[in-house]
């Protein structure tokens, strides 16, 4: 039996190759030889500039620009003294630019950090704020460009512009245009035709076996991928680059980059200035814990890793606080459903407002204002006319499940109890005694009244505390009137903010429309950016995402930016059969391509738990419902309610039955944003009926 070899590179790729490991052996010489100025005494910081100056003398005029950004740095440096961010050894950049202008070739390195000696040709720029980087992300291989940088207009053509990823100090891949080359652990190299933008998710439409989970995707160790900085196509970059003063709403469907966006404008605001933009003063908000700590770890490789990033219900938490000096009420953690939806709606955002604004003046004492807030409560013409001014939005059963609750709420927690020995009000388990009672709620607030606390003192008053430089509101579309108008209130007077969201991804009623949105915020001028292609999820998740949202659908959907293995769909008379494929399928999986991520998504906790007992046994198996994801691989059991903004390499979708998912917008939305989560492959699993919305 003959072995089967990899047949050689080609001549071009090979020259590829060779090209890209001498400029990094170069870089890394330069910078072990240059490692001592890192130690950045005043002495040495002089040193440099001194030695800077020189350089700029004899430079070319297309280094000069380069240099004049280091001699700012490092006469900042001496100002104030600072840790100095320098390229790291085991990745010092992520893309390699080559640029020719009239007869002169130079290559720039796009990274975190700059570094740069003229001497043996190595240019490492910082890609969030060197005026250089811009004609990597709005030029293509072979173009011509014209670029004002400072001192100059840049004219000339995009000889080279290759994505890069360095690992451990060693070149593991190339990504250009035609070819992607991969370096396997031997140090043999591997070369696939096909463009970088598609090639990078991998293993589109090579399926292991037919109808099986799994694409062969990711096999390989994921410290190869490449730096999604290097990825950012031409509108997500002209988007992060908007003017800081004015405000940004970034519209986009699921997969488009919108959370990117959000985040690189960030980190390009407080790298340009870093004085107006200081970490204390910026702040992102996200609906989820789940997405919340995922934006976290988006940051830190930003250098932005102390950046507050907070869920709705922490900011409100915290505000309260702030705001009336004393911590929240006890909260009942979850209110009834209709409940919940009222308080949240935007009928009675604003006929909370037309109220305040007949009323003048009015206590802002927490004390009061929830007083006053529990007689509205309570008061059924008021409610049901929130009720018709929601035109459908809201049943008129939220009346009287409001009334309810509200009263038990307002129940003085010692009415029923009065006169007995405090040492018998305690269960034989610790726990008190009206636990699981409706008296449990006496005293309580519900989660949705802390922004209303907010909202109503912030209409009378200003609201203490320092002002945000920027804020980042993620997934917008969950987030209500009141929550926006209480965010408002805390930006400065350049109202420096960005949202970012998508209507069609909505899983709460309280989405009034952008333009109310960015009214409540006090954004009203914002200028808008809509990103145009989904990058995460293959064309068949993409199409079958745009039928189930059905008449919801926008009528200009995202374009996929690839192809991918076709959605798998199967249906079984009872949740026994569901459940013993289930785990066969991702033991399979798992022992395939250990290096996955899957994420088993049910309607809610209910069916995740259930589901979850089902795949115990599997070791790579765990349970999520309280956003503490760990991004691991491995396998996550978790709800819709969980998944908003976040993706996996492989979605199950395992209750998609007519029970789970009816033929209503409430559903539409929220299986759209279950398919959606999918980077690579899909699989709707149903038991009995199957939803209508997949017909």
């Not at 740095?73 to 009239?102: K, M």
């Not at 919108?258 to 609906?287: G, I, N």
Request: glycine share 8%; charged share 25%; aromatic share 6%.
């Amino acid at each position: 039996m003959t072995e089967t070899l990899n047949p050689p590179l080609s001549p071009e790729a090979q020259a590829i190759v060779d090209e890209e490991q001498q400029l990094l052996t170069r870089v890394l010489a330069s910078l072990e030889a240059k490692r001592a100025c890192s130690s950045r005494s005043p002495q040495e910081l002089l040193e440099r500039l001194k030695d800077l100056r020189e350089q700029a003398a004899k430079a070319a005029s297309f280094d000069l620009p380069t240099i004049f950004q280091e001699m700012s740095l490092v006469r900042a440096l001496l100002e104030h003294p600072q840790e100095q961010a320098v390229p790291e050894r085991h990745s010092p950049y992520f893309a390699h630019l080559r640029l020719r202008e009239e007869e002169k070739l130079t290559d720039y390195l796009l990274g975190r950090a700059s570094f740069f000696d003229t001497l043996n040709g190595v240019r490492v720029v910082d890609w969030r704020y060197a005026p250089i980087a811009r004609i990597f992300y709005r030029y293509r291989e072979g173009d011509p460009f014209e670029e004002q940088l400072p001192g100059r207009l840049a004219e000339g053509s995009v000889e080279a512009r290759r994505v890069v990823v360095v690992h451990r100090g060693e070149l593991t891949r190339i990504l250009t245009p035609e070819l992607t080359l991969t370096r396997t652990p031997e140090g043999e190299w591997l070369c696939q035709q096909g463009a970088a933008g598609s090639a990078l998710r991998g293993g589109a439409g090579s399926a292991a076996r037919a109808g099986s989970l799994g694409v062969g995707a990711l096999t390989t160790d994921r410290s190869r991928q490449a730096d999604v900085s290097a990825l950012l196509d031409r509108e997500q970059f002209e988007a992060l680059n908007a003017s800081p003063d004015s405000p940004l709403l970034v519209l986009g469907s699921a997969g488009s980059g919108k959370t990117t966006v959000a985040l690189h404008r960030l980190a390009s605001l407080a790298f340009e200035a870093p004085q107006r933009f200081p970490v204390s003063r910026v702040q992102v908000v996200v609906p989820e814990p789940g997405l919340a700590r995922l934006s976290s770890r988006l940051l830190e490789p930003l250098g932005l890793g102390r950046v507050s990033v907070l869920t709705l219900e922490a900011w409100a938490r915290g505000r309260v606080h702030g705001v009336f000096g004393a911590p929240p009420p006890r909260l009942c953690e979850e209110a009834p459903p209709l409940v919940s939806r009222l308080k949240r709606h935007p009928a009675l955002y604003f006929a909370l407002r037309k109220r305040l604004m007949r009323a003048a003046g009015g206590s802002t004492k927490l004390s009061a204002i929830r007083r006053e807030l529990a007689e509205l409560f309570t008061d059924r013409s008021f409610l049901l006319s929130v009720v018709e001014a929601a035109a459908g939005g809201l049943p008129t059963t939220a009346v009287e499940q409001t009334v309810r609750h509200t009263l038990q709420q307002l129940a003085s927690p010692a009415d029923s109890l009065a006169g007995v020995d405090a040492s018998r009000l305690e269960t034989v388990d610790g726990r008190s005694l009206d636990e699981g009672t409706p008296e449990e709620l006496a005293g309580t607030a519900d989660v949705e009244d802390l922004p209303l606390f907010l909202f109503v003192k912030a209409y009378r008053a200003s609201l203490p505390g320092g002002r945000l430089a920027h804020l980042v509101v993620d997934e917008a579309e969950d987030i209500s009137l009141f929550e926006l108008f209480v965010l408002g209130k805390h930006l400065g007077e350049g109202r420096s903010v960005t949202l970012a969201g998508d209507d069609a991804q909505q899983t709460f009623s309280s989405f009034a429309g952008w333009a109310q949105a960015l009214s409540a915020l006090g954004a009203e001028g914002a200028a808008t950016c809509r990103l145009s292609v989904a990058y995460r999820c293959p064309r068949p998740v993409a199409e079958l995402a745009q039928k189930v949202l059905g008449p919801l659908a926008p009528q200009a959907p995202a374009l996929a930016g690839r192809d991918g293995a076709p959605v798998g769909r199967y249906d079984f008379p009872t949740e026994a059969h569901a459940n013993l494929f289930l785990v066969d399928a991702l033991r399979d999986l798992i022992e395939r391509e250990p290096q996955a991520s899957v994420g088993v998504i049910a309607r809610g906790p209910e069916s995740a738990q259930a589901l979850y007992r089902a795949l115990a046994d599997l070791p790579e198996a765990r349970l999520v419902l309280d956003g503490a994801f760990s991004f691991q691989p491995g396998i996550d059991v978790t709800d819709v309610a969980n998944v908003k903004g976040l993706e996996f390499d492989y979605v199950i979708v395992p209750d998609a039955s007519a029970s789970a998912y009816p033929l209503d917008d409430e559903a539409r939305r929220l299986l759209h944003v279950a398919v959606t989560r999918a980077s690579h492959q899909l699989w709707l699993v149903a038991t009995g009926t199957p939803s209508p919305l997949l017909a």
